[in-house]
Structure formats: structure tokens, C-alpha cells
């Protein structure tokens, strides 16, 4: 297979020197934040957010003047997505289904899909509020069930993210917190400014947030490490120009380490891409994040068929796909790994990430291999039970004694023996 790279983005040495140093500076202060609790999270907060109020629960007086603040287009158009949202949501809740089956004569297994009960749903900030961030989390974790729900959102440059604290209200937040980054992330996991330990830890974040997920996941469950968000765009001859570079940068502006590929069979395309991209960069207000990514992390592979993009496609593994070619149907029923497609240009990541009902909190750094994104099923945890009758008690019995017995594990043998004892013939 003849692979073509037009344009390449930092290598894997460069990229692992900079996940390095944000390990050992989240290691840091997770370990400050064990030791010394609510003095540490203040601290940090007020270094990195200028954010240090009496208290950072907001109260529901806030919460309703907050809301108030807001036009009512505003409101509404958080409504209208969370709507779609939730449907989608449950409509997936729906298809799990509790299972119960007889699998021998008197033998009886079977499994429950039960949701966590509280759960940490952190809702980044930075640059941008991040409100749709607060549908994802909120809005799937109550539609799978769960009975607390505790979110954290930074404050932005000092001041509240208003559509951001009413989409995580509208959302079915139990309890709203005023703080972000790993401090965030740690007071929801360890307990911290009044914040009960949570069981399990969602939603995306920089390269410190995902960080801190990955350093606090078997303390609380998580939801996946989701990074700087990444695109690749799979285009052949039929694509245009200016939506490919278009959802190139769409993506790229959400930081300068966030990759966007474009992947394509179509030389002329490949070749005449980096214009593009440059053309709209001079008049892309957010050009400063979108071209330092584009510059650092943008690539054009050149390859010859779509067979071959299938090939490479799922070696990246990207977040995103959107399919830009003749036949989008191709792609889906022949990638296995992606965090969402996107099929033809009338849909885009977008899309995706505000408004039409899929999950936006997807899988980074080729973790598509194993894992979807976020979703009802995260929330839940799918239980065994079994129960079983006498007579078929002293069938399983004498199976399950030789093969204890085989392993070595005689205090397992004696169960089965006591129940053969106990339900056997001539007992």
C-alpha cells in the first residue's frame, strides 16, 4: 500500500515528551490535594481561575438569577438540544434490556443493568464556555438513571459561564460547583469543599483534565480519556475543497494540539487543501488556536483507494470521521474504529457536538480501538445473579467438586461437596 504524506504533523517522540510533563504536574498536585484537602483545591483554584469564593456550591437563588440573565433565544435553543439529546439517550437506554434464562433444568441466570448512583460530571471551560459539554454529561447520566449528579464547570476569566451553569441546570445537575481543572476533578473524587466522593468521573477536558481521570480512574470509575479533540476527514474526488478544509479547522480551532487529517484518494485535492486552509485562516476569527494546530498537528495522507483509506483510517482511530466521498455507506460498514462517523457533507463534527442527539464526549489518542464514547452504558453497570433449585444444586455440585478438586481449591470443593451432602439422594 502506497502511503503519501503531503503534510505531517509532531512525532510520537515530541507528543510523548509533552504527556510526560503533564503526568508528573497532575501527579503533583493530586498528591498536594490528598494532603492537605480544601486549603489545596482554594489555592489552586484562585492560582489558575482567579476563583476563591466563600463557598463554590452555587445555591439555587444563583442558579435561577443565572438562568434569568439569559435571553430567552438562548434558553431555548439549550432546550431544544438537550431534548435531542435526551431522546437519543433514551431511546439506547431502552435497548438494554434485563436478562433472566434457564440455562440447565433448575438453573437460573441472569443480569440487571443498574446505574451508578452518584456521579462527578466535570464541564470544561478555558476559552470557550463549553455548553454543550453540559448536555452530554448531565442530560445522559439522568437519562440512564443515576441519582446524584454532581457537576463542576470553571469560571471563565473570572466570571460565570451563564448559558453554561443553565444547560448543566436544565441538565438535572443535583449540585452545581464553581470549579476546574484537576482541582475539580480531585474534589469530586477524594471530597473536598463539601463535595461527597463521587463514584464515577465524566466528561472531557485538556490534557490535565484527561490526565487526572487517568491518574484517579480505579479510585472512581471513568468514562473514558478524552483529550484534545481530534477530526480526520476521508475525502475522494467528489469532495470539496472548501467544506474539507472547513471541518478541518472547525475542529482544529478547539486548541493548538488538537489534530485534524484529511485523507484522501484524490491527489489534486491533497495538493490544493494547504490554500485552502490558509485562505480561510485569514479571516477565521479564531485562527490563532486554529492554525497553530493545523501548523503543529495537520496532516494529508495520499492514498490510492478506499479500501486503503479503510486501512489507515483505523489505524488512526480518530475521534472523528467525516465521510466525504461517493459512497459514505462504504465506510461504515467497513471501519471499526472511530468515536463517530459523520456520513457525507450534509452533516458535520458540528453537528455532532451541539445539537443533533449523538454523544460529543468520544474516544482520543486511538482509544476507537476498544472503546465508544460516551453514553447511557457508561452509566450502568450490568449485574450478575443466579439462583438455583436442589436437584439442580447436586448436578452443578459434582461438576463443580472434580474441577475444584482439579485446581487445587479444596475450601471450593467443600461448597460443592456440603451442597451435595445437603440436596443429594439419600441425604
Not at 111 to 124: D, E, L
Not at 404 to 416: A, P, S
Amino acid at each position: 500500500m502506497a502511503i503519501r504524506y503531503i503534510k505531517k504533523g509532531k512525532s510520537v517522540e515530541q507528543k510523548a515528551e509533552a504527556d510526560a510533563q503533564v503526568q508528573e504536574t497532575v501527579r503533583g498536585i493530586l498528591a498536594d490535594i490528598q494532603r492537605r484537602g480544601d486549603e489545596a483545591v482554594r489555592e489552586l483554584s484562585g492560582k489558575f481561575d482567579n476563583w476563591n469564593p466563600a463557598s463554590f456550591k452555587l445555591s439555587q437563588e444563583q442558579i435561577e438569577e443565572i438562568v434569568a440573565s439569559l435571553p430567552a433565544q438562548a434558553v431555548s435553543d439549550i432546550k431544544f438540544a438537550q431534548e435531542q439529546i435526551r431522546n437519543f439517550a433514551k431511546a439506547q437506554r431502552a435497548a438494554l434490556q434485563d436478562l433472566e434464562v434457564e440455562t440447565l433444568p433448575g438453573v437460573v441466570l441472569g443480569h440487571r443493568n443498574i446505574a451508578v448512583n452518584r456521579v462527578g460530571c466535570y464541564v470544561p471551560g478555558g476559552r470557550y464556555p463549553m455548553v454543550a459539554s453540559a448536555h452530554m454529561s448531565t442530560v445522559t447520566a439522568k437519562a440512564a438513571g443515576v441519582k446524584e449528579v454532581i457537576a463542576c464547570t470553571p469560571p471563565i476569566n473570572g466570571e460565570i459561564p451563564a448559558a453554561t451553569i443553565a444547560a448543566i441546570h436544565f441538565g438535572g445537575a443535583d449540585e452545581i460547583y464553581l470549579l476546574g481543572g484537576v482541582q475539580a476533578l480531585a474534589a469530586m473524587a477524594y471530597g473536598a469543599l463539601g463535595i461527597e466522593p463521587v463514584d464515577m468521573i465524566v466528561g472531557p477536558g485538556n490534557a490535565f483534565v484527561a490526565e487526572a481521570k487517568r491518574q484517579l480512574f480505579g479510585l472512581v470509575g471513568i468514562d473514558l480519556l478524552a483529550g484534545p479533540t481530534e477530526v480526520l476527514v476521508l475525502a475522494d474526488e467528489t469532495a470539496d475543497a472548501e467544506i474539507c478544509a472547513t471541518d478541518l479547522l472547525g475542529q482544529a480551532e478547539h486548541g493548538p494540539t488538537s489534530p485534524a487529517v484529511l485523507l484522501t484518494t484524490s491527489a489534486s485535492l491533497a495538493q490544493s487543501i494547504e490554500t485552502e486552509i490558509g485562505r480561510q485562516l485569514e479571516t477565521l476569527p479564531t485562527a490563532d488556536l486554529a492554525g497553530a494546530a493545523w501548523r503543529d498537528y495537520g496532516e494529508v495522507i495520499l492514498v490510492d483507494t478506499d479500501e486503503e483509506m479503510v486501512e489507515v483510517a483505523d489505524e488512526i482511530a480518530s475521534e472523528h470521521v467525516e465521510v466525504l466521498t461517493r459512497d459514505p455507506d462504504y465506510f461504515l460498514e467497513n471501519m471499526s474504529n472511530y468515536g463517530a462517523l459523520f456520513l457525507g457533507p450534509e452533516t458535520n463534527v458540528a453537528y455532532g457536538d451541539k445539537i443533533i442527539g449523538t454523544n460529543h464526549t468520544l474516544p482520543t489518542k486511538k482509544a476507537g480501538r476498544y472503546t465508544g464514547g460516551l453514553w447511557v452504558g457508561k452509566f450502568i453497570k450490568t449485574v450478575t445473579y443466579q439462583r438455583v433449585t436442589e436437584e439442580a444444586s447436586v448436578l452443578i455440585g459434582e461438576y463443580g467438586s472434580r474441577l475444584c478438586d482439579l485446581e487445587g481449591f479444596m475450601g471450593h470443593k467443600e461448597q460443592c461437596d456440603l451442597r451435595l451432602r445437603r440436596y443429594g439422594r439419600g441425604s
